[in-house]
């Protein structure tokens, strides 16, 4: 079974940098897309950035500018990927969750979660 497998989470003032990462536990597993969700207290989970094996990248309104979402590769799948967030704001507290699919058939992956949380 696939795991994602994510570091990089932790406590930084308003105005940090912190970088998330995410790999596949196997090295052979290629997906489709890969990206962050995210999940503060009492909100639902939402979407901060995807990137596909295309190199196609999608962002949040909220962290455009300031998120930026890499790949470790060019191949034809995507293993491994990073979210380097620059500029934090304490509404960036949250868990992040990293995401991926594979087709076909369409099936999804989810990471145990990182807590960041920005101090003001």
């Known amino acids: 079974q696939v795991q994602l497998v994510e570091s990089g989470g932790g406590l930084v003032q308003a105005g940090g940098s912190l970088t998330l990462s995410c790999a596949a536990s196997q090295t052979n597993v290629g997906f489709n897309a890969m990206g962050w969700y995210r999940q503060a207290p009492g909100k639902q989970r939402e979407l901060v950035a995807t990137l596909t094996r295309y190199s196609v990248t999608n962002y949040a309104d909220s962290v455009k500018g300031r998120f930026t979402i890499s790949r470790d590769n060019a191949k034809n799948t995507v293993n491994t990927v990073y979210l380097q967030m620059n500029s934090l704001k304490p509404e960036d507290t949250a868990v992040y969750f990293c995401?991926?699919?594979?087709?076909?058939?369409?099936?999804?992956?989810w990471g145990q979660g990182t807590q960041v949380t920005v101090s003001s």
């Open positions: 995401y991926a699919n594979r087709i076909p058939p369409y099936s999804e992956y």
